[in-house]
């Protein structure tokens, strides 16, 4: 059974720096793929970036590429997303996912574990 928890959620002005961190625990074999999703209030939950083969393969929606970056530590069990040059649009709640493949890594439904999420609000 994998469990996730999320931390780093803040309140920063535009332009800002963030690191959010999701600890996992479980099955490796479960959690070969991890992934940060947001949703803001009153949209669908989306991908923002994702990571595979614990590094082999990173990837980032169009509107975060160039800004935020997906790692593991070398022990596997923590997954970050470093965000910088935030905009207020990047205001929303961020949660992390796991799973065993990432085909469709924007899909919410790819990925079978979930965290609870954390903050981020991005003030202009």
């Known amino acids: 059974h994998v469990q996730l928890v999320e931390s780093g959620g803040a309140s920063v002005q535009a332009g800002g720096s963030l690191r959010l961190s999701c600890a996992a625990s479980g099955p490796a074999y479960s959690r070969a793929s991890m992934a940060w999703f947001r949703q803001a209030p009153g949209k669908e939950r989306g991908g923002v970036a994702a990571?595979?083969?614990?590094?082999?393969?990173?990837y980032y929606g169009d509107s975060v590429r160039g800004r935020f970056t997906i790692a593991q530590d070398n022990a596997k069990t923590t997954a970050y997303l470093q965000m910088t040059s935030l905009k207020p649009e990047d205001s929303a709640m961020y949660f992390c996912?796991?799973?065993?493949?990432?085909?469709?890594?924007?899909?919410?439904?790819?990925?079978?574990?979930w965290g609870q999420g954390t903050q981020v609000t991005v003030s202009s």
């Open positions: 996912a796991a799973g065993q493949t990432c085909g469709n890594w924007w899909k919410a439904s790819e990925f079978g574990y």
């Open positions: 990571i595979y083969r614990h590094g082999d393969f990173t």
